[in-house]
């Protein structure tokens, strides 16, 4: 379980939080084939038991700082 009180914990909640209005606000959205952001929809595979997207021809794994809606996420657990 994580402190939702610590650094950490305050961090992720901004993070999720960013998410969860992208989705209310329709920038992203997902189900178990594709990941759309922006209008633009990317594949999820799973490559050895790890999930994840083809981006710009690579395998990403989910949650990886190269997808632009997780570069938007981390950016808001910077604001206050």
């Known amino acids: ?3 939702l009180s610590s650094p950490f914990g305050k961090r992720l909640l901004k993070h999720e939080n960013h998410h969860k209005k992208e989705i209310e606000d ?3 959205s997902y189900d178990n084939h594709y990941i759309t952001s922006k209008g633009e929809k990317y594949k999820r595979i799973n490559v050895n038991g790890e999930w994840g997207v083809m981006w ?4 990403r794994p989910e949650g990886h700082p190269d997808l632009d809606w ?4 981390i950016n808001a657990e910077k604001n206050k």
């Open 1 to 3: 379980s994580v402190n």
């Open 26 to 28: 329709n920038i992203i």
């Open 56 to 59: 710009k021809g690579e395998f």
């Open 70 to 73: 997780e570069k938007r996420a």
